[in-house]
């Protein structure tokens, strides 16, 4: 599993080892209760780690969410690289949104998603992968790109497809393209708690409607 890390330090692949076993031990127990009723005393009892090595990795257990939104962000990034140029801006977001939705790993990304939005903020995220984690993670990403990865967010993700959007006449809403990133993190959030109250509307058709019309 981490034989690609085979020409890093040790260090270098403990500290990997180290982080994706605590991601791990959490992605475990996030089958059985939500994250916040989940204790870093039952982590390190999964994880099999003290403590005190816990939080030589993680400060608190909330910013293992934000390790995983790197993770989560980049994944993101690759895959709308993928992207055929011209696919429709409505398909292209209610795809982001499937994938935030649908999400196996992290379950109630959402949830933890809008938390993070209010007490954090996509450019508090402090978690930054080291390069034996690029490596580990996402091979085929090259060096010199490793710093603008660190730095993406779903909010520079979403400014970019707006601003593609509005040169196509897609989104004619009078606004600065960073307003229209902030809307688009709301629609996906309103769109999600919605369905929940009720699940017999589309409300992304809804809330996407009031954004383009």
Request: net charge negative.
């Given at each position: 599993m981490y034989e690609v890390l085979s020409h890093f330090t040790l260090r270098k692949i403990n500290f990997v080892k180290t982080r994706t076993t605590i991601l791990n031990s959490v992605k475990y127990l996030?089958?059985?209760?939500d994250f916040s009723d989940i204790t870093v005393d039952e982590i390190c009892q999964k994880a099999q780690i003290s403590r005190?090595?816990?939080f030589n990795y993680f400060s608190t257990k909330e910013h293992i969410f934000n390790y995983f939104l790197r993770i989560f962000t980049i994944s993101l990034a690759l895959k709308i690289q993928k992207w055929d140029d011209n696919q429709a801006f409505k398909s292209k977001i209610q795809q982001i949104y499937t994938w935030c939705k649908e999400e196996k790993e992290?379950?109630?990304?959402?949830?933890?998603?809008s938390s993070f939005l209010l007490s954090v903020g996509e450019?508090?995220?402090e978690m930054k992968l080291t390069d034996a984690e690029f490596v580990f993670f996402f091979p085929d990403i090259k060096e010199a790109e490793y710093d603008n990865f660190n730095?993406?967010?779903f909010q520079k993700l979403f400014e970019k497809l707006?601003?593609?959007a509005k040169e196509k006449n897609e989104i004619t809403f009078n606004t600065s393209i960073e307003e229209l990133g902030n809307i688009i993190s709301g629609i996906l959030i309103s769109s999600y708690l919605t369905d929940h109250l009720n699940d017999t509307v589309n409300?992304?058709?809804?809330?996407y409607n009031i954004l383009t019309q």
């Open positions: 996030l089958k059985q209760k005190g090595t816990f992290y379950p109630k990304f959402l949830d933890s998603y450019e508090g995220n730095n993406l967010t707006c601003e593609s409300h992304f058709d809804i809330f």
